[in-house]
């Protein structure tokens, strides 16, 4: 049971039905405005989704970041371990949080996942939150260190986070399915996490203050109703989803009620709820104690014992007392009266006492103790004794001074043993007299090994300068002296401690040794030490960034600029910095300079192109880019793009070039065939709507790519046709391979007008393709023919890459028709290598040979004079060996 007192509401009226109190009242309006926090959330999330889900997940993290810095801040003083445990689980969960927040569809900050990528770290999340909900009852009353907790928990995020981004976590969600089952029973689970939790937390009700334990279970069944919502949607954006955030945002704002609410205005309420009980019984206590503390005396009184009917001690009568035993008891005229009516109570509150003297008083046996005497509310040391049977002597005295020294002593005591720091006594000869646990954890040493040894013992050698300083300055009367000081740990470790030293002085004020508290700062230091280089490189960077960065005031002067900033604007460093932004901006760009500066003051960031004067009177082109870093400064990063926008005006005046060589062509084309004519139309609309949209000339040349293959395709469309129509098979034969080598030009075109780049062409896809179709159209099955090829990753341009296609084609067509009779096994094999700006190209098969009796360099077939002049249109050469089959070896010239 809670034993603490209800805290009484203040009373008074309201208008309000049902709202009979000032806190009714406040409660009231808080469901108010939590009532239209989250209709306008509803409402945003109509309008803009993405908004909506990042102010819930900031108003989570803002919330879960904060609880942990106030449990950090407080972690040396509260008696309660569900606090630390809830408060390292919300850090790291809100840590996995800020991924999901970036990684929400729309966000653009992560390129891969998907929808999926969100919806895993909030799992991850959720598991990890529920679990440390789960844990922190069970940690109450246990002794919970907060390093190895904070570690534990650091581990565990950081292994779901490579279990995400490793691709070992399982999916959580499918674009158009939805969630999938591991998602969904997931977050059930979490569900019965949470309640179990909630259970959890219900029997250790006692430890907690009954307001902070409402919130933190209705907080709790809050985010179960928020789990389950989340198991519904199908979208990110769904009703479901939005349902899920809105009740996520209710359970937060209970957790800020419950930790930061009640821990501003009533810390001992939350936080160390035990200590301010201890201290209130402590604070109770002395005040009952303290008249007591203010006369301290001894006491005598000689006493005859009253027995009952069946001999058992019952009362005493004070036959004699002296003065003192007035001064400490206050009373008056106890002669000749029983206790039980000198001092009520205390046969009922002290029967111990009563006990004691019985056994004295028949026994003869003297006896000293410590009794607390409560009818007095003191500690009494009493020696009694019986001077005859049936009678006693008590002598006593006022020990509750020294029972409080103690009490103080051992809390002190405790204070110095239990300390992180090491707390060292040493004599003024520097022999160590005190040692505590702290020292021995810092330097390794018990206290059995340090305490009599100098306390050179830890010091390397050469480093006992700052300890005959530290006592020159305490003899000199110097009360506290800081100082920093190198020494050496039990195994051989070397650390740098910063250390704090007071006199000791004996009770007449003279100097007998001095303390001194070590703190290890070794971590401290090498922080310290990578911070600053961070720092250094840091403006290493901004000094040799290619780009000009520049920090400006609110009006516009330059506080700093690096060397590409001089570059760009032909002025040192020293006359910039005795400029304003607006002395380099052009007259006639003045206004957007003014529009920027505008935005970054209100919107805290801003982005566009101006026109400045560099100091040799040139007008260029920059692109500006300028956040606000506080309400004084703002940093600037420029880039010149002059020479972009000429080659943009090169591109629009190459555009219309092609354009009309776009025209000339469709025209040509037009009278191909008549039944073209519709897709011609589709196409000149499509060429209409090009051109109001093509703002440089990469879309162009894409489309010219696809066009140029299109009309390859209609070339050979129109010669499937004209074959349809001949029955010369020789006359079939010349215009089926002719198809081929138009095929191959078109897939050149078709790859560049498909592929990022716009000029090269990646030659092991287009190889794979081209033989592809090869071995289709000859029907040449893999198994009777294998194609094999060992080519380098290589890009060419479509100037080498349409003479390539075209050799490789009538090579491999030549070995398909006539390498391997029917019936026969065999392998062609192509080979490619670049080196620098030459390609090296074999092409060979194991079939039956190039016939000895042609020459083959002046071939008469078309397909092999083909060959030979492409290769010289390539600038290279080619060599044919017969000695295994065929191969030809080809070097030819790349054509950028």
Same mark, same amino acid.
């Given at each position: 049971? &809670? ?7 203040? %009373? ?20 108010? %405005? ?59 969960? %809100? ?13 653009? $900050? ?34 919970? !260190? ?64 009954? /307001? ?89 009184? #000689?006493? +005859?014992?009253?027995? /009952? ?8 009568? #004070? ?28 046969? !009922? ?15 003869? !046996? ?24 049936? #009678? ?43 040692? &505590? ?46 100082? *920093? ?43 310290? /030490? ?10 290493? #960077? ?10 400006? *005031?609110?009006?516009? &002067? ?29 007259? /006639? ?26 100091? %040799? ?10 956040? +606000? ?184 067509? &030549? ?18 290598? !670049? ?21 083959? +360099? ?35 010239? $790349?054509?950028?």
């Amino acid at each position: 049971m &809670n034993d603490e007192p209800k805290r009484e509401k203040p %009373g008074g009226g309201s208008l309000l039905p049902g709202v009979s109190s000032p806190d009714d009242m406040h409660m009231f309006r808080q469901a108010v %405005g939590m009532g239209a926090v989250l209709l306008l959330l509803a409402l945003l999330s109509t309008v803009n989704y993405l908004l909506f889900h990042s102010i819930v997940e900031i108003f989570t993290i803002v919330i879960s970041f904060s609880i942990f810095i106030l449990i950090w801040n407080g972690r040396k003083y509260i008696d309660n371990a569900f606090f630390l445990v809830v408060g390292v689980g919300l850090l790291c969960a %809100g840590g996995i949080d800020i991924l999901h927040t970036l990684a929400y569809m729309g966000m653009g $900050v992560f390129s891969f996942g998907g929808a999926d990528l969100p919806t895993q770290l909030w799992i991850a999340a959720r598991y990890l939150q529920a679990f440390s909900l789960l844990l922190a009852p069970l940690a109450i009353g246990r002794k919970v !260190r907060f390093p190895p907790l904070l570690a534990v928990f650091g581990v565990a995020t950081a292994a779901l986070l490579a279990a995400i981004y490793t691709g070992v976590f399982p999916h959580c969600f499918i674009e158009g399915i939805g969630l999938t089952p591991f998602k969904i029973y997931s977050e059930y689970a979490i569900c019965a996490i949470l309640v179990a939790s909630a259970v959890l937390l219900y029997r250790q009700r006692v430890h907690f203050d009954p /307001d902070v334990l409402s919130l933190l279970l209705f907080a709790n069944a809050f985010f179960v109703a928020a789990e389950l919502s989340f198991t519904a949607y199908v979208s990110v954006y769904g009703f479901a989803n939005m349902l899920g955030h809105l009740l996520r945002v209710v359970a937060v704002y209970l957790w800020y009620l419950a930790f930061l609410d009640i821990g501003q205005k009533r810390p001992f309420d939350l936080l160390w709820r035990e200590m301010k009980q201890n201290e209130e019984r402590l604070a109770e206590s002395e005040g009952k104690y303290r008249n007591l503390f203010e006369s301290m005396f001894e006491g005598f009184a #000689y006493c +005859r014992m009253i027995y /009952d009917n069946e001999g058992r001690p019952a009362d005493w009568d #004070y036959l004699e007392v002296n003065p003192a035993f007035y001064r400490l008891t206050g009373l008056k005229d106890v002669v000749g009266r029983p206790v039980s009516e000198a001092i009520p109570g205390t046969r !009922r509150e002290t029967p111990e006492l009563l006990k004691i003297y019985g056994r004295v008083a028949s026994t003869g !046996r003297p006896e000293t103790f410590d009794i607390y005497f409560t009818p007095l509310q003191t500690w009494l040391h009493i020696a009694v004794s019986s001077p005859e049977k049936g #009678y006693f002597i008590a002598i006593f005295e006022d020990i509750t001074e020294k029972k409080r020294s103690e009490a103080r002593l051992t809390y002190l005591s405790a204070i110095i043993e239990h300390s992180n720091d090491a707390i060292i006594g040493k004599s003024l000869e520097g022999l160590i007299t005190s040692w &505590n646990a702290g020292a021995e954890k810092i330097y390794g040493y018990t206290a059995e090994e340090a305490i009599g040894r100098h306390i050179s013992f830890i010091a390397p050698p050469g480093h006992m300068e700052g300890s005959v300083r530290m006592i020159e300055r305490i003899r000199a009367g110097v009360d506290v002296v800081h100082w *920093d000081a190198l020494r050496r740990t039990r195994d051989g470790r070397l650390i740098e401690v910063a250390l704090t030293s007071s006199p000791i002085r004996d009770p007449l004020g003279d100097l007998i040794g001095v303390s001194t508290i070590a703190r290890d700062v070794t971590e401290q230091k090498a922080a310290q /030490d990578a911070l600053r280089r961070s720092e250094e490189r840091f403006r290493s #960077y901004i000094e040799h960034a290619p780009e000009g960065i520049f920090l400006a *005031d609110e009006e516009g &002067n330059y506080l700093m600029v690096n060397k590409a900033a001089c570059g760009i604007t032909g002025y040192t460093r020293e006359e910039l910095l005795g400029k304003k932004i607006k002395d380099l901006v052009s007259p /006639d760009d003045l206004h957007i300079a003014f529009e920027h500066f505008r935005q970054v003051r209100e919107e805290g960031e801003a982005t566009g192109e101006t026109r400045f004067v560099t100091k %040799g009177g040139e007008v260029r082109y920059w692109l500006i880019k300028a956040v +606000r870093i506080d309400d004084q400064r703002l940093l600037g990063f420029a880039s010149d793009i002059t020479d972009r926008k000429l080659m943009e005006a090169e591109i629009r005046s190459l555009n219309t070039v092609l354009e009309q060589k776009v025209e000339e062509r469709t025209k040509a084309l037009e009278d191909a065939n008549v039944s073209l004519e519709e897709e011609i139309v589709q196409r000149e609309e499509t060429e209409k709507k090009l051109r109001s949209a093509l703002d440089e000339k990469i879309l162009l040349l894409r489309e010219i790519h696809h066009r140029v293959k299109n009309n390859l395709q209609i070339i050979i469309s129109l010669s499937n046709l004209q074959l349809r129509q001949i029955q010369d098979p020789v006359m079939r034969q010349v215009l089926a391979e002719t198809q081929n080598r138009v095929r191959a030009m078109a897939l050149v075109h078709e790859k560049l007008y498909k592929s990022e780049s716009l000029s090269d062409i990646d030659l092991v896809d287009y190889i794979r393709f081209l033989t592809t179709q090869l071995f289709a159209y000859y029907e040449t099955g893999s198994r009777r023919v294998v194609l094999k090829t060992d080519i380098e990753k290589i890009t060419l341009p479509i100037n080498t890459a349409i003479p390539l296609g075209l050799i490789i084609n009538e090579l491999v067509s &030549n070995a398909l028709k006539h390498a391997f009779p029917p019936g026969t096994k065999g392998v062609i094999s192509i080979s490619a290598r !670049r080196d620098g700006d030459t390609i090296s190209l074999d092409v060979g098969d194991t079939g039956v040979g190039f016939p000895a009796d042609v020459d083959w +360099r002046n071939p008469g077939s078309l397909g092999l004079r083909l060959v030979t002049s492409l290769v010289k249109q390539l600038d290279g050469t080619i060599e044919l060996d017969r000695s295994t089959g065929t191969r030809f070896s080809m070097v030819l010239k $790349v054509k950028e």
